[in-house]
Structure formats: structure tokens, C-alpha cells
């Protein structure tokens, strides 16, 4: 019987032998997405990263955390490649409440969740969990 050091599954790279969890989702309690129209042009968004919807051009598509208008309105569900300027747009999940993975969750700029962004969606960061709940 063969012996593996992590679960023999693919992981987001593709290669088998090392188990990377792709999964933004802490728990399915409280849990809602919806799907949604990222912009094209915004580059490669990991997954956990804050969306908010666009403006100008890209009204009624949701864009990356601090370029678009309003307030926050969920994290990407998986990981997309919104492409260079020109490219086009794409259909990707939202998850718009439950509880997710702190350590996933990634602003515009890759750096962690700002608390304007937490408050934004009325939500709570549990440090001794890891987590965020909204």
C-alpha cells in the first residue's frame, strides 16, 4: 500500500502528491453566493479576493476591492484570470454571507482584508478561529 505525506489529490496547480485546500469556505452555515460578471482587464484575482461592483464601463459587473464604487459586496468564490485591458469578461461566484477562510481572503492589492471592507459587510473576524463571518 502506497504511503503519501498529504492526500494524493490534485491541488490548484494541477500536480498530484501535495494537497493544497482550494476552498474559501470555512463552513456552509449562513452560506449564499451568487453568480456574477467580473471585468475583464483587472488581471489574475486569487480566490478570497474583495469584490465590489464597477462603475463607468464595467457598471453592473463586479470588480476588485477599491476600484469600482460602493461598498463591498462579497469574496471570489475561486480564483479567476480577469486577463490584460481588452480581455473579457467572465462569469465567477460571489459569495455574498457565510463564513470564510481568513487566511484566503485578500484585498486588491493582495495584502490582508482591511476592517473597512469587514464593516462594509457587517461582518465579525474571529482571530482564534481564523475566520470571518458575515
Do not use: C, W
Not at 91 to 99: A, F, P, T
Not at 117 to 130: C, F, H, K, M
Amino acid at each position: 500500500m502506497a504511503s503519501y505525506e498529504y492526500l494524493p489529490v490534485p491541488s490548484q496547480s494541477g500536480e498530484y502528491g501535495h494537497y493544497v485546500s482550494p476552498e474559501l469556505l470555512y463552513s456552509y452555515a449562513k452560506f449564499t453566493q451568487k453568480g456574477g460578471t467580473l471585468a475583464g482587464g483587472q488581471g489574475e484575482l486569487p480566490l478570497g479576493t474583495i469584490l465590489q461592483k464597477g462603475s463607468g464601463a464595467n457598471a453592473n459587473k463586479v470588480v476588485k476591492y477599491g476600484t469600482g464604487t460602493g461598498p463591498a459586496i462579497g469574496f471570489l468564490r475561486r480564483g479567476a484570470d480577469a486577463g490584460a485591458a481588452g480581455a473579457p469578461d467572465q462569469l465567477v461566484n460571489v459569495v455574498i454571507s457565510g463564513i470564510v477562510k481568513l487566511e484566503l481572503v485578500k484585498e486588491a492589492h493582495g495584502v490582508t482584508v482591511p476592517s473597512a471592507a469587514v464593516t462594509e459587510l457587517n461582518g465579525r473576524i474571529d482571530d482564534a478561529y481564523s475566520f470571518i463571518s458575515f
